[in-house]
Nanobody, 128 residues
Framework: QVQVVESGGGLVQAGGSLRLSCTAS????????MAWFRQAPGKKRERIAG????????FYAGSLKGRITTSQDNAKNTLYLQMDSLKAEDTAMYFC?????????????????????WGQGAQVTVSS
């Protein structure tokens, strides 16, 4: 049985930092590409970062580039999202998700429906 669990969310002042973790069990990062999404109230869920399994390269949403870094520890089956210089508009629920390599070739599609497994989310609130 697959489980994906995020942790590390919380309340932070604008300009501060947070690191989210996402631990997966029942799947391996060889078989699934991992991505981060976020969803603010009243808005669509948006992909913000992901790792390409082919060469481990990362991509970031334009609005967040330079302020976030994602990485993974295969030995721990854990994905990380380091967020710096946080802004009030970064307030959202943050999710990690897994998409099968065999279907999408190791890339992380933008469409949330292409992901098989999701965590429950971690709330990030940035106060201004």
């Amino acid at each position: 049985q697959v489980q994906v669990v995020e942790s590390g969310g919380g309340l932070v002042q604008a300009g501060g930092s947070l690191r989210l973790s996402c631990t997966a069990s029942g799947l391996t990062f060889d078989d699934y590409a991992m991505a981060w999404f976020r969803q603010a109230p009243g808005k669509k869920r948006e992909r913000i970062a992901g790792l390409y399994t082919g060469d481990g390269s990362a991509f970031y949403a334009g609005s967040l580039k330079g302020r976030i870094t994602t990485s993974q520890d295969n030995a721990k089956n854990t994905l990380y999202l380091q967020m710096d210089s946080l802004k009030a508009e970064d307030t959202a629920m943050y999710f990690c998700a897994a998409t099968p390599v065999l279907v999408w070739g190791g890339v992380c599609p933008e469409d949330p429906s292409t992901y098989d497994f999701w965590g429950q989310g971690a709330q990030v609130t940035v106060s201004s």
